[in-house]
């Protein structure tokens, strides 16, 4: 299963990048999909992940600032950030769950500059 991930960058404090990742359709109508960041020495984390039937949950740290959705004609997975702050500079990897099997996608880097 292969997972694309993109949208990555440089954006300043206080600003909004849109990341993307594109899933198989044989699995994006019934898998959990999910953003998950890391910074080097630090375990990965949940960002925000969304259900087939639309249901979200974020980290404490992004809500009210990002917002996940999914495009289901598409098979994409969406993560709309705001309001960025230096420390959510990370990588973040997008996820899929399915049937009870965790994919991962390369992992895109979001770098914000105070």
Partial sequence: VQLQASGGGL?????SRRL???APRTIFTIA?????RQVPGNQREL???ITSADTTDYADSVKGRF???RDNAKNTV???MHSLKPEDTAVYYCNAIYRGVSY???GTLVTVSS
């Fill in 47 to 49: 960002v925000a992940i």
């Fill in 78 to 80: 969406s993560l709309q």
């Fill in 67 to 69: 917002t996940i959705s």
């Fill in 20 to 22: 993307s990742c594109a």
């Fill in 104 to 106: 991962w996608g390369q």
């Fill in 32 to 36: 959990a999909m999910g953003w998950y």
């Fill in 11 to 15: 954006v300043q404090a206080g600003g």
